[in-house]
């Protein structure tokens, strides 16, 4: 057994998620043990655990804002202690909206909300938004195809001040891009977030808030043929046993384990 099959991950089931399962296959698929745990599990069963992932989905319905409501869970103060003790936090869209309404990402001031994942706003659309992006992951370079599905997704900050002090912290993780990395109109940009972001990390590098979705992008087979840039040729070569091979989505969760 690797070290990393031994690493134990809870993936997070608040009411009204519905990426929960997926997610644990792709962790499981990146070589760690996941465990799909209700919310109300005590504190002590939480706290066995490696690391944690909020999934996607619509938790308590997205009553009041996205996220808002399962962010005041005690389940979310346990996580945040966690995460205070180093152990990683990897929200993933809906996991995302809960941490930034929870004040967990960014975290200069733990619990204070710093950002915020506004309504959608673009040139030429408004509302759910439910299509392929390209990010470039902002350590490596590297550009990848993946899926969004969101109405608020818009990082935004109170001034422009908050919103340098992200990008000079190097708090972005990913960033929109077109298929070739740059970012040279708008409409590369799906939803109208400041600094281009898709994802951002919290100041103790344990916490990451990502709306696009890795779990959708996992495996070669998940991607549409028609993606331009090498991993649409990549999808249009492959056959057979080939179409298992890693997505683009799957450096997000090595990168998640690699913090354990």
């Not at 740059?182 to 344990?206: C, K, Q």
């Amino acid at each position: 057994m690797t070290a990393r099959a031994k690493t134990k991950i809870a993936v997070i089931q608040f009411p009204g998620v519905n990426c929960e399962y997926e997610t644990a296959r792709a962790l499981e698929a990146a070589g760690a043990r996941a465990d799909v745990v209700r919310f109300n599990l005590p504190a002590k069963d939480i706290s066995s655990y490696d690391g944690y992932v909020l999934p996607g989905g619509f938790a308590y319905e997205d009553r009041v804002r996205a996220g808002a409501v399962a962010a005041k869970d005690a389940v979310v103060e346990v996580l945040a202690e966690e995460a205070a003790r180093g152990k990683p936090l990897l929200g993933i869209c809906n996991g995302a909206q809960i941490l930034v309404e929870a004040g967990i990402v960014p975290g200069r001031q733990p619990g204070h909300v710093e950002v915020a994942l506004a309504h959608n706003r673009h040139p030429y659309h408004r509302g759910f938004l439910n299509r392929w992006v390209f990010c470039r992951h902002e350590s490596t370079g590297d550009v990848l195809p993946l899926p969004i599905a969101h109405a608020e997704g818009r990082f935004t900050c109170a001034d422009e001040k908050a919103a340098a002090a992200l990008a000079a912290d190097g708090l972005v993780y990913l960033r929109y891009v077109d298929e070739a990395g740059d970012t040279l109109a708008p409409e590369y940009n799906p939803n109208g977030s400041v600094l281009d972001a898709a994802a951002i990390a919290s100041y103790t590098a344990a916490a990451l808030a990502t709306m696009p979705h890795p779990e959708r992008a996992s495996w070669l087979f998940q991607l549409p043929g028609y993606l331009p840039g090498p991993w649409g040729l990549r999808r249009r070569r492959a056959a057979g046993k080939e179409l298992a091979a890693p997505g683009p989505g799957r450096l997000i969760f090595d990168d998640f384990l690699k913090l354990i």
